[in-house]
């Protein structure tokens, strides 16, 4: 059964920093390619970024271009979200989930992907 369980998430001030980390497991993700998605209140979940677990090569959205930084721990079978300059527009719930790189078209869209943690809240405070 796979299961993907986030962490990190925390109040944090604007210009501040955080790291989020994805735990997986009941799968090998050698096939797959890890996506972050977060999601405000009263808005929609939208894409963060993602890394392709084989290659390690990654792409984010323009939003976060620059400030995020996504990684990967083959020994823990981790995927982590570096986060950097933070402000108040960052706040949301934040998800992992993962797609298989053999379907993965964009990797920007929420149904490319097929398992999902349960999210962790991310506040930033101005």
């Known amino acids: 059964q796979v299961q993907l369980v986030e962490s990190g998430g925390r109040f944090v001030q604007a210009g501040g920093s955080l790291r989020l980390s994805c735990a997986a497991s009941?799968?090998?993700?050698?096939?797959?390619?890890v996506g972050w998605f977060r999601q405000a209140p009263g808005k929609e979940r939208e894409f963060v970024g993602r890394i392709n677990w084989s290659f390690g090569s990654t792409y984010y959205a323009d939003s976060v271009k620059g400030r995020f930084t996504i990684s990967r721990d083959k020994a823990k079978n981790t995927v982590d979200l570096q986060m950097n300059s933070l402000n108040p527009e960052d706040t949301a719930v934040y998800y992992c989930a993962t797609g298989s790189v053999f379907t993965l078209r964009t990797g920007v869209r929420q149904s490319e992907y097929d398992s999902w943690g349960q999210g962790t809240q991310v506040t930033v405070s101005s």
């Open positions: 009941g799968l090998t993700l050698s096939n797959y390619a």
